[in-house]
């Protein structure tokens, strides 16, 4: 199972693909997370995008293309992923599906969580206090100017994937204002229909192939003989038909004596010309 979760920040994907994580036993790849693991350990992608995270702004498409094309190289990935926060914008979702197409992989779903923008600050807020109240450190994007500019982003770079995964046939939409046992009912039921929309496929496929392959050739068969078939049966009755000796006999002897009666004929005539 190979996911996308689409949606402004504080919408739930991360909330959700922890869920999806336990349910389907394949890893939550989060760019976000990630990211800040690279700004804690101060690599030189983590240094790099540290202020622009901080702002609220993306961090440029090479950087995170090649962190995700890393990671889904890793073995826990093999049987699939749930991407969250990737791709961001339309330039990654077409370096992610050229990665998977060299791999000869291809993505079940882009799961879009629908919300009010107007519940994001309220959601945000109420993360960053029950983050506080764990004693756990703050985002350094979790304020309301950064938000701001988070969702700014969304809308401008990221919305038009909407479209994109609609175009090419994988969007799934749900409501994400829902609470997130509903919301995760709903995904649910989105990934049932999608797994059996594919197990119909796959049925159909094998009993499909040989179907067509069957009335090709019975199509070709048909088509040859109808012309030649009153010649090839008439063909294969006479050869096939005994022939009895005495009536070969005969007629040898018949087609002997008009050879005679004809040249006697010629001879004649060339006597009398
Ligand atoms: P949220 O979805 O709550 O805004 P994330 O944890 O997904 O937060 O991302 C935090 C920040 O990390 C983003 O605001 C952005 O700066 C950076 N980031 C994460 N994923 C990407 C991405 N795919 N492309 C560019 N920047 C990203």
Redesign the pocket.
Known sequence: MRLILLG???CG??TQSQRLTEKYEIPQL????M??AAVKAETPIGLK?RD??AR??????DV?VAIVADRIEQPDARNGFIL??????VP?AEALARMLADKGLRLDAAIELKVDEGILHERIAKRVAEMKARGETIRA?DNPEALEK?VH?YRLQTAPLVSYYSKHKLLRSTDGMASIEEVSAAIDRILGNAGKGAQRKAARKPARRPKARKSAMAARTAAKPRKAAKPRKAGRKRASKPVPKAAGRRTAARRRGARKIRAKRVNKAGRRG
């Open positions: 402004p920040p504080g994907k991360g989060s760019t976000g997370d990211l800040r995008a622009i995270m609220g702004e993306l961090v440029p498409d995170v969250d926060g990737f791709p961001r914008t990654q994007d988070r982003a």
